[in-house]
């Protein structure tokens, strides 16, 4: 049993399924017997990891800036949780299209918490937002969820507004409807299936199948670094307990133990390793985009609260991502389910509170 069985015939909707996150979220739910409700733009990507799983729930082809559209969607199928990943994630593209960017991640993300509030059957709301929502101030501490919100670029401030408006829905009117309303902020997550551009792993591996150099542009830059089922489990355990109206609604900061706050350039070191094929330079550019140097989380609060804990620790994560790319590419393997199932596996050898 995971998460106390609680997802089992609840109708879960997920918007940004087609997305790397979501594709895996909306399949671990499936698999769990939630009736999930894909809804996202067609996917970006060729190839997809989500058209790659062929999972048989339904799939939603909107954009989250419709309103009228999602509120269709909202009463036809009336779901009881709701975890929203669909962004325009990309921190570089940001630059290059910010009205996109913030009409997506500000006016997308409150469509979503205003359909929510109306919609009678959702009992509980997660939105996805970012490590990248605090204001960087390149310290040496992981930020807790007390620090202050932020954002340099549009993407980093579009994610820190949405923290801000999550906070206001809760306060306005969650409380008063006794639904259940909190934020997620990851940093970056690896993992097979990640096919954006301008991602350090997708980067390395879409060379590597071509034998071609991928030139690394920020080698110094510091990030939390995590498989993405780490933080995946960490919403899911907060959905539970949300479910169980613990009143845990707030921001949450989901990340890797402080070893694992590694620079890029340690990243692609030990990327390398898994597979032979791996070629890269650095080649540090002064690019006119901004990026921050230094950016790690501090975690305790889900440690201690939630008692959720990472699984594998960042070479072992590596390991999966890289060897899910290596079996696609030479073997045309998908081993989603495998790393799912080893994923599931080992935290139940930790007895983490969600396998119980
Ligand atoms: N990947 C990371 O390292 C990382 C780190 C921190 C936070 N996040 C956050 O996690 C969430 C998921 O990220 P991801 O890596 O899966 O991103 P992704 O780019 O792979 O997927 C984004 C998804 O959103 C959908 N989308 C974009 N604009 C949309 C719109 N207007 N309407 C409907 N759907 C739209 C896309 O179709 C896609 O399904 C995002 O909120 C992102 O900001 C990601």
Known sequence: MLFNDIYKDKVCLVTGHTGFKGSWLAHWLNRMGAQVIGYSLKSQSTPNHFELLQSDYTSIIGDIRDLNHLEKVFNKYKPNIVFHLAAQALVRYSYDAPLET????????????????????????????????????????????????????????????????????????????????????????????????????????????????????????????QHVLEPLSGYLTLGWRLYEKYDYNEGWNFGPYADDNLSVKEIVNRASKFWERINFKIEKKDTHYHEANLLMLDCSKANNLLKWKPVWGINQALDKTINWYKDYYEYDKINTNKDLDQFIADAKRKFLIWTK
């Open 102 to 225: 913030i009409q997506t991640n500000i006016i997308g993300t409150s469509n979503i918490l205003e359909l929510s509030r109306k919609c009678k059957s959702v009992e509980v709301v997660i939105n996805v937002t970012s490590d990248k929502c605090y204001e960087n101030k390149e310290i040496s501490r992981g930020y807790n969820e007390s620090d202050r919100m932020g954002g340099h670029d549009p993407y980093s401030s579009s994610k820190g507004c949405s923290e801000l408006i999550t906070s206001s829905y809760q306060n306005s009117f969650y409380k008063t409807l006794n639904k259940s309303l909190a934020s997620a902020r990851a940093g970056n997550v690896i993992g097979g299936g990640d096919w954006a551009s301008d991602r350090i792993i997708p980067d390395l591996v879409k060379s590597a199948s071509t034998k071609e150099v991928t030139y690394i542009r920020n080698p110094i830059a510091t990030r939390p670094w």
